[in-house]
């Protein structure tokens, strides 16, 4: 089992700093792989996934903002799962960067679909305050110009991120782009 456990470990530090170059991605994937090992959550890092150092006007706190909400939300999505899994795939081939994150989960309800980036909308049952997370997500990914598109089926939800590797400013990206669902 240790040995097991040492391969894995081997494998997903191999991809995070040998094949994803910037710092930021590797900093939230390390946190998110040491919330999802405390959490008894198989985490798995995609060995095709490749991703240079991200353009300098993307912060880390946009950065957070999108990819923490979505692995967060994959993280509690699979934690009642028999057999939990999120997997986490990244790749800046071509003009975009795709960042995609998928989850054994229960999935998403087809009603649910259209309005989980609304302001306020949860299927969460907690008494805290929930339902601003994929908001927050969905509009930092319109500020940078990029594209939300979420697909759940049989369980299985996977939501999938484009951002530009241009920064393209103004309220005219932000009037261009929107969340698609497949």
């Known amino acids: 089992m240790i040995q097991s456990e040492t391969s ?12 994803i170059k910037d710092t930021k991605v590797q900093a939230l994937l390390l946190g998110k792989i040491g919330k999802a090992s405390e959490k008894k959550i198989i985490f798995e890092i995609d060995a095709q996934s490749y991703l240079e150092k991200l353009p300098d006007h993307i912060k880390l706190s946009q950065l957070t903002l999108i990819l923490g909400n979505i ?4 993280l ?11 997997k986490f795939f990244a790749t ?13 989960g229960k999935g998403i ?3 649910a679909i259209a309005h989980i980036f609304d302001r ?6 907690s ?3 929930s339902g601003y997370g994929l908001s927050n997500a969905d509009h930092v990914v319109k500020e940078l110009g990029g594209i939300i ?15 530009p590797k241009e920064q393209r400013g103004g309220k005219n990206a932000e009037d261009k782009s929107s969340h698609r669902r497949r």
């Open 76 to 86: 509690e999505a699979v934690s009642s799962m028999e057999e939990p899994l999120v």
């Open 92 to 104: 800046d081939i071509g003009n975009d960067m795709v960042f995609e994150v998928s989850d054994n």
């Open 149 to 163: 598109e979420v697909h759940s089926e049989d369980g299985n939800t996977i939501f999938t991120v484009y951002l």
């Open 109 to 111: 309800p087809e009603d």
């Open 127 to 129: 008494g805290s305050p």
């Open 120 to 125: 306020g909308f949860t299927s969460k049952n």
């Open 8 to 19: 894995e470990l081997h494998t997903l530090n191999r991809v995070v700093f040998e094949q």
């Open 71 to 74: 692995i967060d939300n994959a």
